[in-house]
C-alpha cells in the first residue's frame, strides 16, 4: 500500500517563496506518475502539475503562472513542489498524488480522476 505524506505548509509572505514536500512510503515500486494539486475552501480540487515516471517530463497547468517548481530527492523518496512570488490565492490545502501508470497524454496530468494515491494535503497561506 503506498502512502504519500505532505509536509512544509505554512504562512508565507506575499511575494514570497514555499516549498512544499511529498514523502512516499510503502511499495511505492513500479513506474507512476506523480502529480501536485490544491484545493481552496468551497473551490474544486485543481491540478497544478503532473510528471512523469522518474519525472523526466513535468507538465504545468496554465492557472500555475509560471510560479511552480517541482523537485525530487530520490534517496529519500520526495518530491518538493516550490511556490515562488507567492500571491493570495495561492492559498489553499495542497496535495501531491501517485497514479498507477507511468504515462498519461499531456492533459491529463493535472486531471486528479486520473490518479490514485493520495497524501492528506497540507495548509499553506499566502499573506494578502
Known amino acids: 500500500q503506498v502512502q504519500l505524506m505532505e509536509g512544509g505548509g505554512g504562512s508565507v509572505e506575499s511575494g514570497g517563496s514555499l516549498s512544499v514536500s511529498c514523502a512516499a512510503t510503502?511499495?511505492?515500486?513500479?513506474?507512476?506518475?506523480m502529480g501536485w494539486f490544491r484545493q481552496a475552501p468551497g473551490k474544486e480540487r485543481e491540478g497544478i502539475c503532473g510528471?512523469?515516471?522518474?519525472?523526466?517530463?513535468?507538465f504545468y497547468a496554465d492557472s500555475g503562472d509560471g510560479r511552480f517548481t517541482v523537485s525530487r530527492d530520490n534517496a529519500k523518496n520526495t518530491a518538493f513542489l516550490l511556490l515562488h512570488t507567492g500571491k493570495y490565492a495561492d492559498s489553499a490545502t495542497y496535495y501531491c498524488?501517485?497514479?498507477?501508470?507511468?504515462?498519461?497524454?499531456?492533459?491529463?496530468?493535472?486531471?486528479?480522476?486520473?490518479?490514485?494515491?493520495w497524501g492528506q494535503g497540507t495548509l499553506v497561506a499566502v499573506a494578502a
Open positions: 510503502g511499495d511505492t515500486a513500479g513506474r507512476k506518475c
Open positions: 510528471s512523469t515516471y522518474g519525472g523526466l517530463s513535468t
Open positions: 498524488a501517485l497514479a498507477h501508470w507511468d504515462k498519461f497524454n499531456s492533459a491529463e496530468y493535472t486531471v486528479p480522476d486520473k490518479y490514485n494515491y
